[in-house]
């Protein structure tokens, strides 16, 4: 049977190149692109493709936000989180949030190939590099001292945060979001109250760090 592939990835490079390999391989069929998180979102829920490649940093809506929703009310579908980053909080939020595979981008094409065979498969998937850190922390168990700051922050505060770490003023998030300018103010200030940060230039970084926004 032919695996249908989602991409996601803000870097077009990056999405043709991954097209370049994924197009060549018999029984991968790449029915759609995406270059933001929303975009992928609303693509996954119409065309229902068997595995989404995301990338876990990207405008509008990032990654791991997108994961979580396409996760959430599109189950069936397997998502590879793509990324540069090992670090473990990443990894940890990706999977979190519902991926089903993580591979890092320096990986070699038949990397990419395998992991989308095995989590079409209904297998997960772990870049090499990173097993050991998956395994070290599932084993250990993150104690909640070092639960993942991110996940203090409800699913709408982290929409409000990328937001505002990628410039927007209050009226363009309270537009985007389809909310009040005073719904927002009162989220900024709760983001801020929670994360102790005291001005955007603060929040901004918080977001860049944390992987909430790309760095670009």
Do not use: W
């Not at 670090?87 to 992991?115: H, N, P, Q, T, W």
């Not at 395994?135 to 990328?162: A, I």
Request: net charge neutral; proline share 4%.
């Amino acid at each position: 049977m032919t695996t249908r592939v989602l991409i996601a990835d803000d870097h077009k490079i990056v999405r043709e190149g991954l097209m370049s390999i994924l197009e060549k391989e018999p029984g991968i069929d790449v029915v759609a692109m995406a270059d933001n998180g929303k975009t992928a979102l609303q693509l996954a829920g119409e065309l229902r493709p068997d595995v989404a490649v995301i990338d876990i940093a990207m405008p509008e809506m990032n990654g791991i936000e997108a994961i979580r929703r396409i996760s959430g009310q599109n189950p069936e579908i397997r998502i590879l989180a793509l990324s540069m980053h090992s670090a473990r909080r990443f990894v940890v939020e990706a999977l979190s949030a519902g991926a089903k595979g993580y591979i890092l981008k320096d990986c070699a094409s038949d990397e990419l190939v395998r992991a989308i065979r095995v989590v079409a498969g209904g297998e997960t998937y772990l870049s090499p590099k990173i097993t050991g850190i998956i395994v070290r922390d599932y084993v250990k168990r993150l104690p909640e001292s070092q639960s993942l700051p991110s996940s203090l922050l409800s699913n709408r505060e982290r929409e409000v945060l990328q937001l505002i770490a990628e410039g927007q003023g209050t009226k363009e998030v309270a537009f985007a979001l389809g909310v009040s300018v005073k719904t927002v103010e009162t989220h900024r200030q709760q983001i801020m109250k929670k994360l102790n940060l005291h001005n955007v230039a603060e929040l901004t970084r918080y977001a860049i760090r944390e992987g909430i926004t790309p760095l670009d």
